[in-house]
């Protein structure tokens, strides 16, 4: 039985070289390169092992000439001690080194693996390295070709570089860090076209004046300090004039400014006076409610059941039990109406909550007394519709 394991593809040649941080580790990533691209020549096939299908590595062969790689017999004996190839019985004693087959091998010639571009096909490149060396000297060459690639330390972003075009790129790589030239913040280079564009320490000119200034004091500039630019009379005349000529339009406009200050008084004033009299008629509001409630006492009970108009509008009702002279009532409240008539209004109900009569003296007598009764009606919209009525009294 053979020993497969985990063999390499007919066709290729497993990449054999060393990476380093200065390369950062790109060329130990990089695919297989095929055998029949990377020897020179057909000759390579005459060393081919049977068990990898490489070029063998410390050739070993069995009686009848069989090659192998050192490793991969050693592997095949210690699964079934037989030549692949003849079914001979091996042992490692019994295989022979082929020192022709090492010295051939150790002086195959192969192109360097920075020969070719990185491509599917591995297409050789006119700017790839030229150097064609004996298998035997090119893991030490390629540790140290300039022509083998690396990677642009600034973004993963851009392509593949080789070595030798690493400080050229670097120096134009549009991710490199660079420095405003006029605040010195440090950023990516693609950016630092529409950063200079808004920098505030970028030098602008004034279009009025002509100054010469940092982008971050123009606006203060105009609005404060340039001669030349058009600024409004800050009396309300319709003329724009230049903040140079100020002095002079004032001068000569005295007449004029003093009738816009007195037409500004007047309408500051009667602001004022409406703004006072709106409070005043919220005051006597306020007045007229108190009035009502120290008559409520002088005749009788004030009753206050106070409710938040916000939270009980989607209610169907609300009831609240008080107590009057002895006597236990319930207020019932329908925010919008109690029957089909009402929708729209406020519908509120006093029921007694005895079986007796209404009102009884010290004597038993019946009496009538007076109920007077007010709304206050807090977080309420204009359009809410209440509107004043009877309160309605019934015995349950």
């Not at 063999?7 to 029949?36: C, G, H, Y």
């Not at 709304?375 to 809410?384: A, G, K, M, P």
Request: some cysteine; hydrophobic content about 30%; charged content about 30%.
């Amino acid at each position: 039985m053979i020993l497969k394991g985990r063999r390499k593809d007919s066709k290729t040649l497993k990449t054999m070289f060393a990476s380093s941080d200065e390369m950062n580790n790109v060329n130990s990533n990089l695919p297989e390169i095929p055998q029949d691209k990377r020897y020179i020549g057909s000759e390579y096939k005459n060393y081919i092992c049977s068990i990898c299908i490489d070029v063998c590595k410390k050739p070993r062969q069995c009686k009848d000439g069989h090659l192998f790689c050192f490793s991969c017999i050693q592997q095949q004996i210690d699964h079934s001690p037989t030549c692949p190839i003849c079914r001979q019985e091996i042992s490692l004693e019994s295989l022979s080194r082929n020192l022709i087959a090492e010295k051939q091998t150790e002086n195959l010639l192969m192109w360097c693996r920075f020969h070719f571009d990185l491509t599917e096909d591995w297409t050789p490149s006119d700017s790839g390295c030229p150097e064609s060396l004996a298998a035997s000297q090119l893991e030490n060459h390629e540790k140290q070709c300039q022509y083998g690639w690396t990677s642009c330390r600034f973004s993963e972003k851009c392509e593949k570089i080789r070595k030798m075009d690493l400080k050229a790129h670097e120096r134009d790589c549009i991710y490199r860090t660079t420095d405003c030239q006029f605040c010195f913040a440090v950023m990516p280079y693609s950016l630092l076209l529409e950063h200079e564009k808004e920098c505030l320490s970028s030098p602008v000119d004034c279009n009025h004046c002509g100054l010469k200034l940092k982008l971050g004091d123009l606006e203060s500039h105009l609005q404060s300090d340039c001669e030349e630019v058009l600024i409004r009379c800050p009396y309300n005349c319709e003329n724009l004039i230049r903040r140079k000529d100020l002095v002079q339009h004032n001068t000569a406009s005295v007449v004029t400014h003093l009738e816009f200050i007195r037409i500004d008084a007047e309408k500051k004033f009667e602001s004022v006076l409406q703004e006072k009299e709106d409070k005043i008629k919220e005051l006597n509001g306020k007045i007229d409610i108190l009035h009502k409630k120290i008559q409520s006492l002088s005749e009788g009970a004030l009753i206050e059941w106070k409710l938040d108009w916000s939270n009980i509008q989607t209610r169907t009702y609300l009831q609240e039990s008080i107590q009057f002279d002895n006597l236990k009532l319930i207020l019932w409240l329908y925010p919008d109406g109690d029957t089909e008539e009402s929708r729209g209004c406020l519908s509120l109900y006093l029921a007694n909550d005895e079986k007796t009569a209404f009102f009884k003296s010290s004597d038993g007598n019946e009496y009538v007394k007076k109920l007077s009764y007010y709304f206050e009606v807090v977080n309420s919209d204009e359009s809410s519709n209440i509107r004043s009525g009877d309160i309605s009294f019934f015995s349950l």
